[in-house]
T-cell receptor, first 111, second 114 residues
Framework: SQQGEEDPQALSIQEGENATMNCSYK?????LQWYRQNSGRGLVHLIL?????REKHSGRLRVTLDTSKKSSSLLITASRAADTASYFC???????????FGKGTRLSVIA | NAGVMQNPRHLVRRRGQEARLRCSPM?????VYWYRQLPEEGLKFMVY????????ESGMPKERFSAEFPKEGPSILRIQQVVRGDSAAYFC????????????FGSGTRLTVV
């Protein structure tokens, strides 16, 4: 299976703290993407990092990619209660293959 | 600039009935993907379509499930003779052509089989 795995499965932090989520995958990728899902809603695309990139920033988000370890991390700095959601990594492998999603990390930010 | 539109948002069907889920992709997007999500789980890929073509249906159950994306109109995911195990959230996503684009997701259809 190409499915990625996020770690931890659940994370609870205080508002203002940083949240770090990790994703591991099994086979080589073209790019890796992170998505957020609020309860009962669809997924929202957050950030895409290509296989030849090592780090990318978008606002309070920082994504790293280590292709030698087949892993990625998502860091949310200065978290807010509104960041409470599930976060999924998704890998794009090649050609006409669809994105493969992991099972997600459930983040709770306590005000 | 509407996003991906899915309807209905909620669908209740009795066992044995048919369920039809509709998805209109974002304007300018020619790729449509269907995923299924069970409670507290990730998204499981079902089928990938372009206009009038099924590109990858490796995640579709062999029986009772079918999908289409006609030249005109929305993409349809059809589940015949539904069973309780079909109860889930079904999400549609669309994307542009190319490898460097993320997906835009709809809000999903929550199917409940009673």
């Amino acid at each position: 299976s190409q499915q990625g795995e996020e770690d931890p499965q659940a994370l609870s932090i205080q508002e203002g703290e940083n949240a770090t989520m990790n994703c591991s995958y099994k086979t080589s990728i073209n790019n890796l993407q992170w998505y957020r899902q609020n309860s009962g809603r669809g997924l929202v695309h957050l950030i895409l990092i290509r296989s030849n990139e090592r780090e990318k920033h978008s606002g309070r988000l920082r994504v790293t990619l280590d292709t030698s370890k087949k892993s990625s991390s998502l860091l949310i700095t200065a978290s807010r209660a509104a960041d409470t959601a599930s976060y999924f990594c998704a890998t794009f492998h090649s050609g006409n293959t669809p994105l493969v999603f992991g099972k997600g990390t459930r983040l709770s930010v306590i005000a | 600039n509407a996003g991906v539109m899915q309807n209905p948002r909620h669908l209740v069907r009795r066992r044995g009935q048919e369920a039809r889920l509709r998805c209109s992709p974002m304007k300018g997007h020619s790729h449509v993907y269907w995923y299924r999500q069970l409670p507290e789980e990730g998204l499981k890929f079902m089928v990938y379509l372009q206009k009038e073509n099924i590109i990858d249906e490796s995640g579709m159950p062999k029986e009772r499930f079918s999908a289409e994306f006609p030249k005109e109109g929305p993409s349809i995911l059809r589940i015949q003779q539904v069973v309780r195990g079909d109860s889930a959230a079904y999400f549609c996503a669309s994307s542009r052509t190319g490898v460097d684009y993320g997906y835009t997701f709809g809000s999903g259809t929550r199917l409940t089989v009673v």
